[in-house]
């Protein structure tokens, strides 16, 4: 285990990302961190608002309901809800350039809203091959573009749960993407959370971050992505390696179609256990988003705070 890695860990122990019991060789402003409350920025996911962007992964779509969104537009909603905001990378204009994400930081600056992240839609348990280094290039452009909007994270993918599994060479594959993509990441300063995506259990997702070696690393842990018959035991044995987290209010269970609403209150309690310090991001997927984002919000407020 290199240095940094050690150093990582040790921070999980000391309850700065994760549980653990508080050092005694801890320095006293250390010390202090970890005797206060956890502190927790709520946020929301452009990714809550996707049938309304004019654009999604750089092809035009018709805005739903004739409700038509913009990012600038979606930075002056997070406002209007007192919260943070996550730009999923799917809906910016397909032409934007460096001077565009400029001005969004500006905007979202001058408007009191921290933007708390950004989010891909990539696959690296694939062949090595033109894909993938295309799929690691595109990983690389948006960490840079996370570092223009001083988004402290960025969301990436492993892979499915078949294609992990098919063959020990799509594992390799993929950690290696991610630790080349979690070293670039660390030049920037920007966090580099793996999702808990594509049916990956959790025993799969702890073996990813236990491989990648970076201080820069970690889980992006989403509430509503275990798909099992104890989903919340998956997301407790997570959430210590999480540096974001992204809550639903439905959750999948094994019987296809399936969902059911979520214990939100048994989330917060897994987080506040781990000791979880950072962002909670709801990412709202059901029906008709403008009327059903407030009630959620509030729901989060009152399990999670702020």
Request: charged share 25%.
């Amino acid at each position: 285990m290199t240095s940094n890695r050690r150093k990582f860990f040790k921070s999980l122990s000391a309850g700065v990302l994760g549980a653990g019991a508080v050092s005694q060789t801890l320095s006293a402003q250390e010390k202090l961190q970890t005797a206060t409350t956890p502190v927790l920025q709520l946020a929301l996911a452009a990714y809550s608002f996707r049938p309304h962007f004019a654009f999604s992964k750089g092809k035009p779509q018709e805005p739903q309901g004739g409700k038509k969104i913009d990012m600038f537009e979606f930075i002056d909603y997070c406002a209007g809800q007192y919260c943070g905001a996550e730009l999923t990378s799917y809906f910016f204009p397909p032409d934007a350039d460096d001077d565009y994400f400029r001005r969004i930081k500006r905007h979202a600056f001058l408007n009191g809203v921290p933007i708390v992240g950004t989010a891909i839609g990539n696959n690296f348990t694939i062949p090595k091959g033109e894909e993938l280094d295309q799929q690691i290039a595109d990983a690389k452009k948006w960490i840079e573009r996370a570092s223009i909007m001083g988004a402290p994270h960025i969301r990436l993918f492993a892979g499915k749960r078949k294609q992990w599994e098919a063959s020990a060479e799509n594992k390799k594959n993929a950690i290696e993407a991610l630790q080349e993509c979690a070293d670039h990441a660390a030049k920037f300063g920007v966090f580099v959370g793996v999702e808990n995506h594509g049916d990956l259990s959790g025993d799969q997702v702890v073996q990813i971050v236990k491989s990648v070696e970076s201080e820069w690393f970690g889980v992006n842990l989403d509430s509503g992505n275990f798909v099992s018959e104890d989903p919340y035991a998956e997301f407790e044995q997570c959430a210590p390696f999480a540096v974001n987290v992204q809550i639903k209010t439905e959750m999948k269970t094994p019987k296809k179609g399936e969902k059911v609403h979520s214990d939100l209150a048994r989330v917060a309690r897994i987080l506040k256990a781990a000791n979880y310090r950072g962002n909670v991001v709801l990412e709202y997927e059901e029906e008709d988003s403008y009327k059903g984002v407030p009630g959620a919000m509030d729901q989060l407020r009152k399990h999670f705070g702020r």
